[in-house]
């Protein structure tokens, strides 16, 4: 029987982080083993926001080699760059007709946008292109291309989801028959939001960020940034109500969690003492992936060929698509 089909992007508008490792990359890799996956830089979509070719380039071998460090076969999985596939434009503009404007005004990221321009007084749309305002269209695009069963991502995705479902539901009902599979969200409520420095979401749109291969030493020293109260070192603390045993939880055994929790109830123990545990634990699960990264980032002709390939083999299948929609819809 044929595998089932798992696809994730990302955008390569910063360095990927802890949000993105434990919200995304782990649960995509992890479906690598029994799922035929397609992961993709969203570059189309970076572009929203970052207009520096410079910056758009590096960033997409960064988040190319960070995939590639975390273990992904690039001879099992197809690794490519969303600007290399030509149909998913295609798609985008036949989605469009389906889409009516009244989803995209719902859409959490374009809603915030307008809230924040109301509060500083703004014209509501102030900053707004077309392609954040559509940017669920794209996205649905993406997914949609590859009849995709099951779709990884953080929490914050998971109304982009319904989205696709919606546009993919209101053209199979159109057309009365399932020229599109409908996706499922691959949500890992356990982790939810992963923190960041501040407390809020860990984003690259918050400068809050941990990013995943910093050098020791950078590493430490942005662990010590993360805001605290300010308990004295006797006092008693809390750990679940505080981000840096939230950050710890993720990468400690149960065993190791249990013993830190007693340390935080006890008292005696500072902040400072708190963070150099998480750091501690971070640098030692974090050190092999980014020796791995370290090398293939400075190996940029691999990474062209990796891409190369998973965008040949992309587009074999999405032109098979849409040879399909196109006689479907009364354009072929
Ligand atoms: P950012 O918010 O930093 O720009 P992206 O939008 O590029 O991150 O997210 C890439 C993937 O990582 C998405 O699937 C997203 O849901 C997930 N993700 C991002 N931040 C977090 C977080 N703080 N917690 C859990 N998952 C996250
Ligand atoms: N919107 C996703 C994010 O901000 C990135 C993305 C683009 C994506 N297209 C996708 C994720 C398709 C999953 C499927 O993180």
């Not at 590096?58 to 690794?79: N, Q, R």
């Not at 991502?153 to 009902?173: C, F, P, T, W, Y």
């Not at 690259?204 to 004295?232: C, D, E, G």
Request: glycine residues 6%.
């Amino acid at each position: 029987m044929a595998k089932k089909i798992a696809l994730t992007g990302i955008k390569p508008t910063g360095l990927p982080h802890i949000g993105n490792y434990f919200g995304m990359y782990k649960p995509a890799l992890e479906l690598a083993k029994d799922f035929d996956t397609r992961y993709f830089i969203a570059d189309y979509h970076a572009l929203n926001s970052l207009k520096d070719p410079k910056l758009v380039k590096e960033l997409s071998y960064e988040v190319a080699a960070t995939w590639l460090a975390m273990g992904l076969d690039p001879k099992d999985s197809i690794l490519y760059k969303q600007s290399a596939v030509q149909g998913t434009f295609e798609l985008t503009t036949f989605l469009m007709a389906f889409t009516s404007k009244g989803l995209m005004n719902r859409a959490h990221s374009y809603k915030a946008k307008v809230q924040d321009n109301k509060e500083l007084n703004k014209d509501p749309d102030d900053g707004v292109n077309m392609g954040l305002f559509t940017y669920p269209v794209l996205m649905a695009a993406d997914i949609l291309q590859f009849d995709s069963d099951v779709v990884p991502v953080g929490k914050d995705q998971a109304q982009h989801l319904e989205m696709a479902v919606d546009i993919a539901q209101s053209i199979n009902h159109n057309y009365k028959q399932e020229l599109l599979k409908i996706p499922q969200a691959f949500i890992k409520e356990s982790t939810g939001y992963v923190t960041g420095l501040d407390g809020r979401k860990m984003s690259k749109s918050y400068n809050n960020t941990i990013p995943l291969f910093l050098p020791s030493k950078k590493l430490r020293k942005l662990i010590m940034k993360i805001v605290t109260n300010s308990q004295s070192v006797e006092e008693p603390k809390d750990p679940d109500t505080c981000s840096i045993f939230s950050l710890y939880k993720l990468f400690a055994s149960k065993d190791q969690q249990l013993e830190l929790r007693k340390k935080y109830l006890a008292g005696g123990m500072g902040w400072g003492h708190a963070k150099q545990y998480l750091f501690e634990i971070m640098d030692e699960t974090l050190a092999p992936i980014r020796e791995k990264y370290t090398e293939l980032i400075n190996d940029k002709s691999y990474i062209d060929d990796v891409l190369k390939d998973g965008a040949d083999r992309a587009n074999e299948i999405v032109s098979r698509k849409m040879d399909f929609i196109r006689k479907a819809i009364g354009l072929a």
